[in-house]
């Protein structure tokens, strides 16, 4: 794999991009377990695009840390081996707690959806007609598909990459006008136009190889914060819902998201400013957040609710416990779980990746 120093500004907004799934989640949760006045702001709803900007990120890495990794087995071997490794283990050690607990009290799990869920396709990731057993893997069925597609495109020689970013683009287009409304869980994926914000990632990655349109860091930063504010006020008022579907939230969210990432990648490249140090730290602990927080906020949550106690003040400490929680979590099992997973599965790549000419 191509070796890349670490970019701080992609590790900040993967820590924005975590705190605005926390926040928006805490809403929920202020709603369902707290008691007395609501202190959260509506304009926290706008925390669900951090999804669309985690997708964004994703698809900028993918391209930056697969450069000249084409047209290799070896080399192919070792993308599918990380993101397999990256991916898969965590997210089972939390689902595997979450299967416990369905196994007790089913109704505790996923109740929206009357406690039902395909428990063999939840670990596995595979498209699914309802959420995974850990709800926030719905995510990662498509993060796993971009991956599986990607690394067909690895086959290929580099110099088509754009080529073959842009028919996968324009497919994802065709199939989503052509097959709205279709019920078939893997069509939906192959269709779904979030796949549109991990390929517009690539193509950020590409533009910054390349140093095209540098020159519009700021402007691409100004235009994405102007989007954001419009986004939301366009959301709102047109009554979406808990959350825009498809080709909407693409545009609400998906554009605004690879504006952001263009603009500060770039602005760290010509100026060498760097984000907030704890904002970085954030941004390493993201995925950990990412699968542990809705667990975490979900049980400090109805420890809350049992001890009943209704006023604003209580709510507002409740709300700090709850998000401090979160994060202290995160961090820890980033450190004593993620890192710890990930040094022992690069321990065993070399006598599992079959190497070829």
Known sequence: MHKTTKILYIQALR????????????????????????LLPNTLSIGMSGVDLFFVISGFVIAVITRNAFQSWSKLGHFLYHRITRIYPLYWFYSLL??????????????????????????????????????????LIH???????????LLFPQRWLLSLLSVWGI??????????????PIIQIMSH??????ITGCFIAY??????????????LILAIIWWIAAYGI?????????????????????????????????EKTTGLTPPKWLVIIG????????????VISTVGRVWNKLGIVSALGNGIALMVICASALAIGVLSYRFLERPILNITRRFEHHIIIKKP
């Open 98 to 139: 979450l299967l416990a607990v369905f196994l007790v009290k089913p109704e505790l799990i996923n109740s929206a959806q009357g406690g039902q869920v395909n428990i063999v396709a939840s670990f596995l990731l595979l498209p699914q007609r309802l959420l995974p057993l850990l709800a926030v893997g719905w995510t």
């Open 235 to 267: 959301y709102v008022s047109m009554g979406l819902g808990l959350e825009p579907e498809n080709a909407i939230r693409v545009v609400l969210f998906g554009v605004p998201a690879a504006l952001t990432v263009f603009g500060l990648v770039n602005i």
């Open 143 to 153: 993060e796993m598909y971009f991956y599986v597609v990607f690394a067909l495109i």
């Open 171 to 184: 497919a994802v287009i065709a199939l989503y006008a052509l097959l709205t409304g279709e019920n078939n």
């Open 15 to 38: 820590g924005i991009a975590v705190l605005l799934v926390l926040f928006y989640h805490l809403t929920k949760i202020e709603n369902k377990y707290t008691h007395g006045v609501s």
């Open 207 to 220: 533009a910054s190889f390349t140093n095209k349109l540098s020159s519009l860091a700021w402007k691409s």
């Open 193 to 198: 136009p979030l796949t549109l914000e991990f």
């Open 284 to 295: 390493d602990a993201s995925f950990s957040i990412y699968l542990s927080h809705v667990l």
